[in-house]
């Protein structure tokens, strides 16, 4: 197995925010700089950068941040798209490339820019003028390839979530995000742009849920993600590296990525998550980081895996930061870095994606 032995991201900054300016090199390199200078590595030690970024239009980010970040130019860097659930495939990528022996350093994780994606048309063969659109076609099927915000409606009524349940879900991850302690902030993020935590977290009360405008049915601006930049990567060794660097890290131990309904993505998680957790006894969980892209899609994993709530997003989720697509699994996995350093035991990071996916990993530093 692989060994993260260093972790770091940006903060997150809504769409239009603090990091409105920044390209995706200007947003991922510092955070890369930083987190070698934690592991102690030189750049010339990396063998290969992988990143996920789902709104950038190509072009291989992963190379202009490893080039930004005063790699050498042998790294090619390899960029993946698997939307929401990108950041952590990163990672399980990586991990591949240690055990098969090709690479002893590899550096994962996402970088999104919301602010700065391109505008996007769709063309036609009829002659058609072309037709801006926001989000891409995920499956063949028009009829099964719903909007997100609609797709989490269709699962609240499934599994009879109402609004008020929502709400309060993301009034107590605000919460959480707002206690959560200062040495966990300042070993996660990398000041940047005068940003040195995350934009968006606010004491969200009863009051503002209320008002909130509804985007389909009981979902609402405030029991949903926004749309958000920033950048996150984890530094991955060999096993033999991480022995003789002294540095045990945290140990990435399995992951898997499934595919499940199309129509219903926010549950596609479950099957994942009972994957890697297949043999392992439950009891060693203490943390486990579930992607909040709407809080009916993180209730419904949590109940749906039978996870403890209670280890569910100690400090707060991606409905108290904002959601950077590609970024947005890396980001469950940094905390869970810092956290399993000061804590035995394992912890889990799972996601959903558009189309149907899930995407779960375990760690841990027993």
């Not at 995706?24 to 990143?51: F, K, N, T, Y």
């Not at 926004?226 to 033999?240: F, H, Y």
Request: some cysteine; overall charge neutral.
């Amino acid at each position: 197995m692989s060994r993260i032995i260093a972790a770091r991201r940006s903060a997150v900054a809504p769409r239009g925010g603090a990091f409105s300016s920044l390209d995706l090199h200007e947003l991922a390199a510092p955070v890369i700089v930083q987190a070698l200078a934690d592991a102690g590595l030189p750049p010339e030690r990396v063998g290969e950068v992988i990143l996920s970024n789902a709104l950038g239009g190509g072009g291989n980010p992963a190379r202009r941040v490893a080039l930004a970040a005063g790699l050498p130019e042998r790294v090619a860097g390899l960029s993946i798209d698997r939307q929401c659930a990108g950041g952590l495939d990163a990672l399980l990528l990586a991990d591949a490339l240690i055990r098969s022996g090709q690479h002893e350093v590899v550096i994962a994780g996402g970088v999104e820019s919301y602010s700065r994606r391109p505008l996007r048309h769709r063309t036609f063969a009829d002659g058609r003028a072309p037709e801006p659109y926001d989000q891409a076609p995920f499956t063949p099927w028009p009829d099964r390839d719903p909007d997100m915000a609609v797709a989490a409606e269709t699962l609240a009524r499934k599994l009879g979530i109402d609004r008020v349940a929502q709400d309060r879900w993301a009034m107590d991850s605000h919460r959480k995000a707002r206690a959560c302690p200062d040495w966990l902030r300042k070993a996660e993020i990398v000041a940047m742009a005068g940003l040195e935590t995350d934009a968006f977290t606010r004491p969200l009360t009863e009051r503002l849920c209320a008002r909130a405008p509804v985007v389909s049915g009981s979902v609402t601006v405030a029991n949903m993600a926004v749309a958000a930049d920033g950048a996150a990567v984890v530094v991955l060794v060999s096993e033999r590296l991480a022995q003789e660097l002294g540095q045990p890290g945290v140990a990435l131990c399995e992951g898997r990525t499934l595919g499940d309904v199309p129509d219903l993505p926010g549950l596609a998680p479950v099957a994942a998550i009972e994957a890697v957790m297949a043999g392992k006894p439950r009891g060693d969980l203490v943390a486990a980081e579930i992607m909040e892209a709407f809080a009916v899609q993180a209730m419904g994993c949590t109940e749906g895996a039978g996870l403890d709530a209670g280890l569910v997003n100690r400090h707060g989720g991606a409905l108290a930061r904002g959601h950077p697509v590609g970024a947005s699994g890396a980001i469950l996995a940094v905390r869970l870095f810092h956290m399993l350093r000061r804590e035995k035991g394992m912890g889990l990071a799972a996601i959903a994606s558009a189309g149907g996916l899930g995407t779960a990993v375990l760690f841990s530093n027993t």
